[in-house]
């Protein structure tokens, strides 16, 4: 990633401090996930490696949680909004410069495809350590964590994916980084885009029913999830192709709503 073209909040001045009393547990994960959601070539050893390390530190995150009384759906919530604002969203030029100088619609499928592998991937690892957890069931109960680790790890890609559609169809959001981020997660959770000519759009993304609808997303997709809990091969292949399909999906819905906002014609 080039210097200067990281979108995110990382490294803006008076970023609030993560949300809860698991604070330095949130901070591990959010670096965790912001690793494997940036993975780029990453090999399969240490995909596996971060995601058990990210498992283990959502453990110890949950169990402060859960003696802060935070409730499941709330707490995933939480946790993913204090990582939004770490993603490394990457400006037009610097998409442009890692894509071999694409643009418009090329660019875009380059980057839809690029997401797709990479929450297939993440699907499959997780499948496939799901299946292992299957197979021995003393070790079904680390399960729950393998799950959250990848439900956060696919949404961070997707919420990605969704901000960067937005640069190359070139809608700008408006707002500070955390701003920004919500918005970006908000529309994530509508499986649409965000509208900027709306007033509210991102004073909205920051409310109660909003966060609810997040909440609701981040629990379905780790509803889809589940299916990983499989016997020997038929989570990895199950994890990895609903990833894929869902990350695809996602994609078209935004860059129909994108090409709407902008008057553009739906490609050939």
Same mark, same amino acid.
Not at 143 to 148: C, E, G, Y
């Given at each position: 990633m080039t210097s200067g073209a990281d979108r995110s909040s990382q490294d803006q001045p008076g970023r609030p401090a993560l949300p809860g009393p698991a604070t330095d547990a949130n901070a591990e994960v959010a670096e965790l996930v912001g690793k494997l959601s940036d993975a780029g070539d990453m090999d399969g050893a240490e995909r596996r490696r971060l995601l058990g390390r990210l498992s283990t530190a959502l453990v110890t995150a =949950?169990? &402060?949680? &859960?003696? *802060?009384?935070?409730?499941?759906?709330?707490?995933? $919530?939480?946790?993913?909004? *204090? !990582?939004?604002? =770490?993603?490394? !969203? =990457?400006d037009l030029a610097a998409l442009q410069e890692h894509h071999y100088g694409l643009t418009g619609e090329q660019l875009a499928d380059d980057l839809v495809r690029t997401a797709s592998k990479a929450t297939m991937a993440v699907g499959a690892i997780g499948g496939a350590l799901a299946a292992a957890?299957?197979?021995?069931?003393?070790?079904?109960? %680390?399960?729950?964590?393998?799950?959250?680790?990848?439900?956060?790890?696919?949404? $961070? !890609? @997707?919420?990605?994916?969704? $901000? @960067?559609?937005?640069?190359?169809? +070139?809608?700008?959001?408006? +707002? %500070?980084?955390?701003? &920004? $981020?919500?918005?970006?997660?908000?529309?994530w959770s509508r499986q649409r885009g965000v509208d900027p000519l709306s007033p509210a759009s991102v004073q909205l993304a920051l409310g109660a029913a909003a966060k609810a609808g997040l909440r609701k997303r981040l629990l379905r997709t780790m509803g889809r999830h589940l299916t990983t809990l499989g016997p020997f091969l038929t989570g990895a292949v199950a994890g990895g192709a609903l990833n894929r399909i869902a990350t695809k999906r996602l994609a078209e819905m935004v860059r129909a709503d994108l090409r709407r906002q902008r008057g553009l014609p739906p490609p050939r």
């Amino acid at each position: 990633m080039t210097s200067g073209a990281d979108r995110s909040s990382q490294d803006q001045p008076g970023r609030p401090a993560l949300p809860g009393p698991a604070t330095d547990a949130n901070a591990e994960v959010a670096e965790l996930v912001g690793k494997l959601s940036d993975a780029g070539d990453m090999d399969g050893a240490e995909r596996r490696r971060l995601l058990g390390r990210l498992s283990t530190a959502l453990v110890t995150a =949950r169990k &402060r949680a &859960r003696a *802060s009384g935070a409730g499941r759906g709330r707490w995933l $919530a939480d946790v993913f909004a *204090s !990582i939004a604002p =770490r993603l490394p !969203i =990457r400006d037009l030029a610097a998409l442009q410069e890692h894509h071999y100088g694409l643009t418009g619609e090329q660019l875009a499928d380059d980057l839809v495809r690029t997401a797709s592998k990479a929450t297939m991937a993440v699907g499959a690892i997780g499948g496939a350590l799901a299946a292992a957890e299957f197979a021995a069931p003393p070790l079904l109960l %680390s399960a729950p964590a393998q799950l959250v680790a990848e439900t956060l790890v696919v949404a $961070a !890609i @997707e919420v990605k994916l969704l $901000a @960067e559609l937005h640069e190359v169809y +070139g809608v700008q959001v408006q +707002g %500070s980084g955390s701003q &920004r $981020a919500m918005a970006f997660s908000v529309a994530w959770s509508r499986q649409r885009g965000v509208d900027p000519l709306s007033p509210a759009s991102v004073q909205l993304a920051l409310g109660a029913a909003a966060k609810a609808g997040l909440r609701k997303r981040l629990l379905r997709t780790m509803g889809r999830h589940l299916t990983t809990l499989g016997p020997f091969l038929t989570g990895a292949v199950a994890g990895g192709a609903l990833n894929r399909i869902a990350t695809k999906r996602l994609a078209e819905m935004v860059r129909a709503d994108l090409r709407r906002q902008r008057g553009l014609p739906p490609p050939r």
